[in-house]
Every structure is written in C-alpha cells, then in structure tokens.
C-alpha cells in the first residue's frame, strides 16, 4: 500500500510540473527533460513514472477531466442563498470556472480528440457527466416549483452549449468591461431558459 501511494503522489506531482510547463511553452514543446528540469529532478525519473510523452499526456487529460468533475461537486449539497439552481448557474459562468485549467492547455489538450479515440472517448464522458449532473439540478429546482421549463434534459444541453461556447468566444477578449458585459448576457440567457418562475412573473407585470 505505501508503495502505491508514493507512487500515486509522485505521478500528481510530475503532472503538476508538466502542466506548468505546458502553460508556458505548450503541449507540442513540453518534453520530459523539460518537466524534470522544472521539478529538479533527473529526467530519468519523469520516464520511471511515465515511459513517453504520450503517456504524461494522458495523465495530464486525465488530470484536466477530474478537476472539472470535483469542481461540481463542492458546495452544492445545500444553497448557501437563495435557489441552489442559481448558485449553480452563476459558478458555471464564473471566473473560478473559466480560471480552472488554462486555456491554451485545455485546447491543446482538446484537439487529441480527433486523433485518439480513448481521448474523445474520456472528452465525450465528462461532457455527458456534467450534463446529466445539471439535469438533476434543474429537475430538483422544477420539482420545488422554481422553474417553468419543460425539457430539462434538453435545457442542460443547451446551457453547456452556452457555456462552452460562450468561454471559447470570451478567450479572445481581455478581461475587460466588455468581457463582463458579454459573461453576465450569456449567464442571463441560460437563466432565461431555464424560465425562473419570478423572472418571468415580472415580464408579464
């Protein structure tokens, strides 16, 4: 058992370097030699942890998919003000999610889909866990009369769209006035789907 766990601890800690060093050079420049030299350690222990590149890569993935599901699952059980829905929602489009994994190695990252398939698969599977995780919300929030939609499936679906592609959008601007401007919109337009039971009581007032 001791065995297992040093090695556990070893492998998080070569992960963390070559995320350091993917964040400042990029997947396609990260080498192993790089991640021993950012950690000061001899290369050859990177390769007794992970033979290849490949394989730091697929811990690095790996790394990058748990903390978005361990993201979700804090803070949730009990809503802290008001709708649990809306705390959600609001974290979804906050800066904490965006700042979660850098851009440029999450996109790097990304673009393996379409050249490995247990890649896309591993993508593939966070995304239907995320989803079927806002199902639940938004079906819990429909039960206790918050909300007026319908499809709640079909409602979670299209607020990742939204995030999704709302992050890819916002990654071209600075953190500005503007970036704010275009986050809140985009956070408002999920609420407006999801039909809050007052936001639309006093549209009709």
């Not at 007026?148 to 953190?175: P, R």
């Amino acid at each position: 058992m001791g065995r297992k766990s040093l090695k556990k601890i070893r492998q998080k800690e070569i992960i963390d370097a070559f995320y350091k060093v993917a964040k400042k050079e990029g997947i396609r420049n990260a080498s192993l030699a790089k991640v021993a030299a950012e950690m000061g350690i001899n290369p050859s222990l990177v390769s007794h942890y992970f033979g290849s590149k490949n394989a730091l890569i697929f811990g690095l993935i790996e790394f990058i998919l748990e903390s978005y599901k361990n993201f979700y699952s804090l803070d949730y059980s009990e809503p802290k003000n008001g709708s649990r829905l809306k705390n959600i929602i609001n974290n979804l489009f906050s800066r904490e999610w965006h700042n979660l994994i850098d851009d440029q190695v999450f996109y790097d990252c990304f673009t393996l889909v379409f050249r490995n398939k247990s890649i896309k698969a591993a993508y593939k599977e966070l995304h239907e866990h995320l989803r079927q995780w806002l199902t639940e919300a938004i079906e819990e929030a429909k039960c206790n009369g918050e909300i007026l939609v319908e499809n709640t499936e079909g409602a979670a679906d299209l607020i990742f769209i939204l995030v999704e592609g709302s992050y890819y959008y916002l990654s071209m601007f600075d953190k500005g006035k503007e970036y704010y401007e275009k986050q809140n919109r985009y956070k408002q337009g999920a609420m407006d789907i999801l039909k809050f039971k007052e936001s639309v009581k006093s549209n009709l007032e």
